[in-house]
């Protein structure tokens, strides 16, 4: 049962590394490698409390990225144009 959620995560944040940095090479391999590295790292853990623990922060990430991260574009030497995924989501203090 685990086994399915780790993979269901590992996807979704694939998915939304590609909708996030999308056109920005750099930060769509930084972010890869990143998530890759991250899910390998705990690839051996058997604690299924600990699992769900790494489930949840990898779920927050997730939300986190979705949510937080803007792309700008340099226009002109005094111009930048935001490049917000459509489906985030602003969080307003």
Do not use: C, G
């Not at 996807?11 to 890759?36: G, M, S």
């Not at 790292?41 to 803007?70: F, G, H, P, Y």
């Amino acid at each position: 049962m685990l086994y399915w959620q780790v993979l269901k995560l590992f996807k979704l944040l694939h998915r939304t590394r590609q909708e996030v940095f999308k056109n920005d090479t750099k930060a769509l391999e930084a972010a890869r490698l990143k998530i890759n590295e991250e899910f390998r790292s705990n690839r051996d853990e058997t604690s299924e409390e600990k699992i769900n623990e790494l489930l949840q922060i990898a779920s927050d990430v997730e939300v986190i990225l979705r949510t937080s991260v803007i792309q700008v574009v340099h226009t002109d030497s005094d111009k930048i144009v935001t490049q917000s995924p459509p489906s985030s989501t602003q969080i307003v203090n």
